[in-house]
């Protein structure tokens, strides 16, 4: 099974307005799990808490009004635990040893190029499962502590040989008023260190060598009594340190009680393994049989039709009751216990008014929810044949059967996803070989036909015709860029860019146009994509610098207006390509990108939306403004910046 990880809500907050957002949009970018937002003050970080669960903070330091270390402060109050990373270009040692001293989490100073935000983005989720991890085995150990707290048998847990927990029967056993008088105690104030009949010795239960095993041993009350027991020590982790739990009790008691806890661990392994929903199931009630000690279980699961549908059953289940049955909504204590959600004992179902089956052979039964999921239902012949210890252990086990069952049900949703993107590229490809095939091949021929026909005869019909043919062609020829290429990137390299745009102007039909390169900047980039992406800029700026009218009586090459001058250059973070042409209506620009959309008659309309496409497959932003020269301007940022010479 994969390694899933659930979403990651992140709240950025930055006093520049773009950059707040940059920082959200290159979080989203670099870690499909996270979902960010971004705020402009820390006012209204604090204003979006009240309102909303998040998961990590990210702040920058220097900000009006409230400055980062005073809104780590505000939310420490709030939450001590929230993961909060301190983002900001004000790096320095007192700064950062301030922001330790606070506590924050991470301390990430800004630098150039896009290589932050995925740093940024991997400490997010390392520090958010390192704390979502924490929560688990705080929870483990909650459930742990219901366990022993509900366990007859004197239970003690030591770190360094020294009391860190003590059950009520230990309290009991050891004549204590409460757990705090044993609390703090040094182990062997209450366990012997020697035993009746040579037996080992206590450092051999507990000691350094933290072998588990189970021995004969004279425990010593508070008053001086010593009476003899049987103890059964093994490893634990507790509150993140290594210690000892040991259980204090008759040999046949605490024999149980180990096989009981040995049962679950081995259930809790295969569950966490499983593949399906009815495998889940199957597990569970076979473990349910160890565990509880009573063989009659059952799962039931929700169906399609909102039934509780009986999936697993032990065969001692079907001999008790015969077919299991199926619950319709509202009908049993079965629906009345999966819609409360809290598992529930019956001493006797014969006497419950919702029992499904007055007759039913069975007397008591133990119902424990698997969340929306069902329900496991373990029953007996016996009236009240489940104690409180039962109940326990049947919660953590139906815990743990839940967070299976979902473990599951993302796994299914990952790979119906998986399949739904195969099936998706597959279409792609069958249309990228049908527009390459059934159409190409007939154009071709259009175009032969043209050409011989142009030799035979002078009409002024033959230029509109080639024209609207080299627009076909180009169509195809865009149509299957975006088709096969998609949303990738193959292999990053170091690229000029001065380099990479002086090719692209060797092959595209410039005319009298103009270029000016004023950068000798390199960056990180798929050489063979970025050249597709500046080709299709210098397309579109010549392009657009003449009219309809005289692009359609030829090529750029054929149009003898002023030719349009394009230049390339560095921005901060990235670089840019302006040119002074008549530029791009301010209510056209957000819909420039969009397939389709062009100002001329002959464009495809995929130009600038495989600029925006590859733009996007490398992680960087574009954004698209007037130029000094009244022309359109695209900014790239979020670039990889290798050198300038």
């Known amino acids: 099974m994969g390694h899933v990880v659930s979403g990651i809500t992140v709240l950025c907050v930055d006093d520049e307005p773009s950059y707040a957002d940059l920082i959200a949009t290159h979080l989203e970018r670099n870690d499909e799990a996270i979902d960010a937002t971004g705020v402009t003050s820390a006012a209204d970080g604090l204003s979006y808490l009240d309102e909303h669960d998040v998961d990590c903070i990210v702040s920058d330091y220097d900000m009006p009004g409230i400055d980062g270390l005073e809104f780590l402060e505000t939310v420490r109050a709030r939450d001590p635990d929230m993961p909060f990373l301190l983002f900001t270009s004000q790096g320095s040692e007192s700064l950062a040893s301030e922001a330790v001293s606070a506590g924050v989490t991470d301390y990430i100073q800004k630098r150039h190029g896009s290589q932050q935000y995925a740093i940024l983005a991997q400490r997010i989720r390392n520090t958010v499962e390192r704390v979502r991890a924490k929560a688990t085995a705080d929870a483990a150990q909650t459930r742990t502590k219901q366990i022993l707290d509900a366990t007859s048998d004197a239970v003690l847990v030591s770190v360094a040989d020294t009391v860190v927990y003590a059950n009520p029967a230990a309290t009991e056993l050891f004549g204590a008023t409460d757990s705090d008088e044993l609390r703090d105690r040094p182990l062997t104030d209450l366990i012997e260190p020697t035993a009746d009949g040579g037996v080992e010795t206590v450092e051999r239960v507990v000691g350094d060598d933290r072998t588990a095993g189970q021995v004969r041993r004279m425990i010593r009350t508070l008053a001086g009594n010593s009476v003899q027991a049987s103890i059964t020590a093994c490893d634990v982790t507790w509150d993140g340190n290594d210690g000892t739990v040991s259980v204090i009790s008759d040999r046949s008691d605490t024999d149980e009680r180990e096989h009981r806890l040995e049962a679950l661990h081995e259930a809790t392994r295969h569950l966490m393994a499983a593949e399906v929903h009815n495998e889940v199931a199957g597990i ?87 969340g929306e999921h069902g329900l496991l239902i373990a029953a007996s012949a016996t009236i009240d044949a489940f104690n409180e210890a039962d109940i326990v252990a049947g919660r953590v086990l139906a815990a743990n059967m839940e967070a299976a069952l979902a473990a599951v049900e993302r796994d299914k949703q990952l790979r119906d996803r998986e399949q739904e993107l195969s099936t998706q590229n597959d279409r792609l490809e069958q249309f990228a070989t049908v527009v390459s095939h059934d159409l190409r091949n007939p154009l071709n021929v259009a175009i032969g036909r043209l050409g011989a026909l142009k030799e035979e005869c002078d009409d002024d019909n033959i230029a509109a015709i080639e024209q609207a043919l080299d627009r076909m062609q180009a169509l195809i020829d865009d149509l299957l860029l975006l088709a096969r290429t998609g949303d990738s990137i193959t292999e990053m390299e170091t690229v000029a860019l001065e380099t990479a745009v002086e090719d692209c102007w060797e092959v595209v039909d410039t005319g009298d146009a103009a270029l000016v390169v004023d950068t000798d900047r390199k960056i990180q980039a798929d050489a063979t994509r970025l050249k597709q992406l500046l080709e299709n800029l210098i397309r579109n700026a010549v392009e657009h610098s003449a009219t309809d009218e005289q692009m359609q009586s030829g090529g750029a090459s054929d149009y003898d207006g002023p030719g349009v001058t394009i230049t390339m250059s560095a921005i901060p973070g990235g670089f840019a390509v302006s040119d002074d042409g008549s530029g791009i209506p301010e209510s056209d620009r957000e819909t420039v990108f969009q397939s389709g959309y062009s100002t001329t008659t002959d464009g495809t309309g995929f130009g600038l939306s495989i600029v925006s496409q590859i733009a996007a497959a490398h992680g960087w932003t574009v954004t698209l403004t007037e130029s000094d020269a009244g022309g359109a301007r695209f900014d790239f940022t979020g670039v990889d910046v290798v050198s300038e010479e």
């Open 284 to 370: 569970g009630v076979n473990a349910a049989a160890e565990i509880i000690g009573l063989d009659a279980n059952a799962v039931h699961l929700i169906n399609d039709d909102g039934q509780l549908e009986p999936v697993a059953a032990t065969a001692s289940a079907r001999e008790l009751v015969g077919d299991i049955p199926t619950f319709e909504q509202g009908d049993s204590i079965a629906w009345r216990v999966y819609e409360r959600g809290e598992a529930t004992a019956v001493p006797d179902v014969r006497l419950e008014e919702d029992v499904q089956n007055p007759e039913t052979p069975t007397r008591s039964e133990l119902y424990l929810p698997l």
